[in-house]
């Protein structure tokens, strides 16, 4: 080993036994919150480098969340050695990768996360993926193993079978809270510790157990309350559950016994902008994450909410890099020199950005040119590494639990996810969970409320629930919406990626405007919380079973339209029933804010004819929040049918 961890913390003797196992070593580590995996990872992976022989193409990381893939591959890019080199990746790309390698005319690039998952599994099973690997996978570094359910747990089963690698897996039961996910109910409480069982009873005693037990992340007893029931629960997740409500309500009441802030308000809001550490505010489900993102912006508070793992966004700073060269290729000096002016930022290291560039395929066989040709379609087929996607940082973090997984703060608000109860009909859609059943999955519902509660490094708070009671799921469009008490009115409804057109730049699509300028100002003027209102632009809808078209205005500046998937979307959460069509559609739109300007694809042909160049590339803003419609007078009563009394 190298002089490279010089500056990092020592192993300790539980981390050292990890990292200095042989390479042909089945290893399943449990490692509890905060207990330095990923430091004790990227010592493995230069052990089995510089030690145990092994070349980087010789070993595969898979990972669930980019979040992870980031910072591992960080960690290796700063402290790594001869593993700086070794492959990262989430399941999906790398799933998707070895798709395109064994069978590029399945179009999987436009098929869905679980049929990729699927499909690769298939490959491996039909011997396809021997052309890709050979006898080149030795060793296979898998993190989070608690989390593999349904298709993925069968597709690592099927990968460490067929190809008889070493491994060195990791989890922990303690953290296992995607249950939820297998679509079965009867599957589901027998997935959770699932693949602990296969790998036990498929290497029996070669299998080689081994601990992290100590915790590094918590430095207070606040930040230390949830961990005495690490254990606990880890038992209960091997023995198949226990259904212990008592054991909720204790973690709970752990939870409470810290301060509380209360309820948002201008007292929580100085609080919050006040902290000079990272903090998190996490909710029990997406929907109140955007209720409480909602109570922020109305008192000022810069934050960010918490986007989805899987949902990639291109920073705006590559749109306009592609703006800035006319030809299909960009130079390695010519990028240097454009760089500072298209970040409009504190610069990067253009060593990096240049590097990860590279990375997506796009170089001519060599370190000084870039092919934009590729560069484009890495951009329209969202295979730029995730290093170039992720969410900029922020002071302030708005996320439900879920996403908050294998992230870490100095302080954590944990929103009180309430008492266990009989599960309510749109809860029950919101997790994945049929209408007819209403049981709580009891255990999982601990272990997540013991993940939000180790994620802290110094301070762990809490507040009181917002009111959701009438805001839901809606199931046919998959967005939280707002409710009324008459069970017909529709009152607004979450804003997704993709909500804003792309094929065409703003100002070619339903309004008329000039196309460059229009960018320019998207670049320079249109910043992350800015409000937008969505106006209708006429009563009637153009199509079938869509709404009418509607432009997103940021101050009486139209910078944007609505994307056909909006327009469906709006349609179908209109529509009460198969026999009810809406006839009248919300005037205007508001309680929605710019996420980001960001990068995206569309037709070359209306690039150029915008003037903005070749490559068919443009910025376009991004819209978030939970959304409230407002009807011409009277327009309920016409559209539905029912007079107010």
């Known amino acids: 080993m190298s002089d490279t961890y010089a500056d990092s913390p020592p192993l300790t003797s539980e981390q050292r036994c990890v990292v200095e196992q042989p390479p042909n070593a089945r290893v399943l580590v449990t490692a509890g919150a905060g207990a330095g995996k990923t430091h004790t990872l990227v010592r493995r992976l230069d052990f089995l480098v510089a030690e145990g022989g092994l070349s980087a193409g010789e070993i595969l990381v898979l990972t669930f969340s980019r979040a992870a893939v980031r910072e591992l591959r960080n960690r290796l890019a700063e402290q790594g050695d001869s593993a700086r080199h070794v492959r990262v990746q989430t399941f999906d790309s790398w799933a998707l990768d070895l798709l395109m390698q064994v069978d590029a005319s399945g179009e999987w690039q436009q098929r869905s996360f679980e049929q990729r998952i ?86 029996a005693d070669e299998l080689v157990e081994l601990d992290l037990t100590e915790n590094f992340r918590a430095t207070t007893d606040e930040a230390k309350t949830a961990l005495a029931y690490g254990p606990r629960l880890r038992r209960i997740a091997e023995t198949n559950g226990s259904g212990d409500r008592d054991l909720y309500g204790d973690l709970r009441a752990e939870l409470q016994a810290n301060l509380t802030l209360g309820a948002i308000d201008e007292f929580t809001a100085s609080a919050l902008t006040e902290y000079e550490g990272s903090t998190a505010i996490l909710c029990r489900t997406n929907g109140q994450a955007l209720v409480i993102s909602e109570q922020l912006a109305s008192f000022g508070v810069p934050h960010r909410l918490q986007r989805s793992a899987r949902d990639r966004v291109v920073p705006a700073w590559i749109g306009r890099l592609f703006r800035a060269v006319d030809g299909g290729h960009l130079t390695r000096a010519r990028f240097e020199e454009l760089l500072p002016n298209v970040l409009m930022e504190p610069a990067a290291a253009s060593d990096r950005l240049w590097a990860l560039l590279q990375r997506t395929g796009t170089g001519r066989g060599n370190d000084r040119s870039l092919d934009l040709g590729r560069l484009r379609q890495a951009v329209a087929t969202g295979r730029l590494p995730d290093e170039l996607t992720a969410q900029p940082p922020s002071p302030l973090v708005v996320s439900s639990f879920h996403r908050a997984k294998g992230l870490e703060f100095d302080r954590v608000v944990v929103v009180d996810p309430g008492p266990l109860r009989e599960e309510a009909p749109e809860q029950a859609r919101s997790s994945g969970r049929s209408k007819k059943h209403r049981e709580v999955d009891v255990d999982e519902e601990t272990r997540l409320l013991y993940v939000a509660m180790t994620r802290p490094r110094q301070d762990l708070l809490w507040l009181e629930p917002p009111d959701m009671r009438l805001i839901r799921i809606d199931s046919k469009v998959g967005r939280w919406a707002r409710y009324f008490y008459q ?159």
Not at 535 to 544: K, S, Y
Not at 609 to 637: C, I, N, T, Y
């Open 118 to 203: 699927a499909g690769a599994g298939e490959a491996i099973e039909k011997g396809l993926a021997e052309e890709v690997y050979g006898e080149d996978l030795l060793h296979v570094v898998i993190d989070e193993v608690q989390d593999l359910v349904g298709s993925r747990r069968e597709l690592v089963e099927v990968l460490l079978d067929e190809f008889d690698p070493g491994f060195t897996v990791v989890g922990d039961p303690a953290q296992s809270i995607y249950g939820f996910t297998v679509p079965d109910e009867e599957r589901r409480a027998d997935e959770t510790n699932q693949f602990f069982v296969w790998l036990r009873n498929t290497f």
């Open 487 to 645: 069970r017909w009115r529709r009152d607004g409804f979450e804003l997704l990626g993709g909500d804003v057109h792309r094929e065409q730049p703003a100002g070619m699509r339903d309004f008329t405007a000039d196309a460059r300028g229009l960018q320019d100002h998207l670049a320079t003027n249109v910043r992350p919380g800015d409000e937008i209102v969505l106006e209708r632009l006429h009563p009637e809808a153009i199509g079938l079973e869509e709404s009418p078209p509607y432009l997103a205005m940021h101050g009486d500046r139209p910078i944007g339209a609505v994307s056909e998937a909006f327009r469906t979307s709006l349609y179908d959460h209109l529509k009460l029933n198969r026999t009810f069509e809406p006839r009248n559609w919300p005037r205007s739109i508001t309680g929605i804010r710019v996420e980001s300007i960001e990068t995206v694809a569309g037709s070359e042909a209306a690039g150029v004819q915008s003037g903005l160049g070749p490559h068919g590339v443009w910025l376009a803003p991004r819209l978030m929040g939970l959304s409230r419609f407002h009807f011409d007078k009277s327009q309920r009563e016409e559209d539905t049918g029912v007079t107010s009394q």
